[in-house]
């Protein structure tokens, strides 16, 4: 896995809030580490001196001096493990807090062609879960390099020092043991991937059969069924089975052959020396002790290869997103009063380069205050042409005016709030009626938002709701009829109040009912504004000063309309 400069730089700026916190979390991890080596060395000395008989109150002269030196090293270490375990996981979430900002507010910032490209999951999941693991990557990265690193290079220092022989026999064993704690690490972790996968087949699986279960029972397909669900949760059955089979494979290796394995070579070559008198009894304990010390950071080592892989791969995955560009906003001209004259000026557009031109060569003008009709056959672009107003989409070639000013040459914000958008699928966020409401103005006043709702016509069904204006509209909350929604966006917009208007198929997938309800809103809020509508049904567009029809030719004006079905 592999990480650029500049990307190596910008991980490593992620610290820089926390700086005074990372260091005191490398000191802290340092003294346990340093400590933790330590400890055996007064046994080894405790041992040596009492065999020898160097004193002669052996309790008062060492042990007791000894023991309390060791309890107080023993309560520093518990303080500094304290802090590293709690406030460097604190500073690796927080970096992670300040990393998911940033990716929202990147997010906001990123073009409409971004979203038509990525799938809203996989946003999602960067955002979440390749977050999650970068967080243990800041924290557990440097520290867990300090701990287990520096502990194999004392405890390798200690050894050698006490008795270079024993060491060696020991160092032979450790690049099997590195080779088979990362082979059965990478092992569990994908097995642990499939059984997540798993997981999700089974919930599908189930949820369909359920939600379905009507369709079951009628077409008497409860044995199909029964067979489909076996298979599914046979394959999960398996994954499970594989991660027990890796993980006993895994710890039965490192508990209970490698570790009593080297513990006997070292008995083994020990008790040689020592019947040979070539080793010390206190030596010889003290190394027993240590073992340990360079046996565990083992595994410790392999998980620590495995997190820099995971991290540096979701690091890369987040740079990716930050790395591409927001939406041009470097408009700066100034717009006092906003009359609304839209004028095109050989407008050409393409989604992609290398695809077919979806709009070649427009121009047109609407005057502020017109109601122009769009009307054409279904994906000839018309909703393109209207998105292209508030720049949702670059253009390829030509211009836009708003009152004779490119709109690209008006801050984003700016162009976007003189235009209010009323859609077909309109979106609700979750909260209360009141909330989405305000979504239009946020901060107006109740009244405001009441006057808004009642020039919409939503204002009765609002009252007649079990909470009124605030009414939850959740996941969990209650739900709307499509004419209720879309009275909800017009009032949302009656709010906003902006000089240009665009109506986009807004009444097209209502029933006549609330067609008219919502086509009334419309008609009331189209006044005195610059309005586009975009409809199928000529009832919605009659009061149209201007036609446009939008065809494989072009755009075309005309004078009535007849000949428009
Ligand atoms: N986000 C998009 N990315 C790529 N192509 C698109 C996108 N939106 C629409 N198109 C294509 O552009 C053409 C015009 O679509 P659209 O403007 O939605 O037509 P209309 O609103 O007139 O039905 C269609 O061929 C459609 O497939
Ligand atoms: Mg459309």
Redesign the pocket.
Known sequence: MFVSGPRIKKFFSFYKPYRLLFIADITCAFIVMVISLFLPLFVRYITNSVISGSFSDVLGELILPAALIMLCLILIETAAALFYDYRGHQMGAMIERDMRDELFSHYQKLP??FF?REKTGSLMSRLINDLLNLAELYHHGPEDLIIYGLRFMGALMVLTRINAGLTLAVLAFLPLMLGYSLLFQNKIRAAYKRYHEKIGDLGASLEDSLAGIRVVKSFAAEDMEEEKFRRVNEDFYRTRADIYRQEAYYFTGLEHFFGPLIMAAVVLCGGIWLSKSALDTGDFIAFLLYVNYLTAPIPQIARVIQQYQDGIAGFNRFMDILDHPPEPDRGLAALPEVKGRIEFADVSFR??EG??Y?LEGISFSVNPGQTAALV????????????LISRF?ELSSGAIRLDGIDIRELPLKTLRRNIGVVQQDLYLFAGTVIDNIRYGRPGAAEADVIKAAKKANAHEFIMRLPGGYYSDLGPRGLSLSGGQRQRLGIARVFLKDPPVLIF??ATSALDQKSERLVHEALMELAKNRTTFI?AHRLSTVKNANRIFT?TERGLEEKDSFEGIS
Do not use: A, M, Q, W
């Open positions: 409409f062609s038509d989604y992609n695809r077919d979806v054409g056959p279904s994906g000839i672009g018309k909703t393109t042409l209207c998105s989409y986009d198929e975009i939008l």
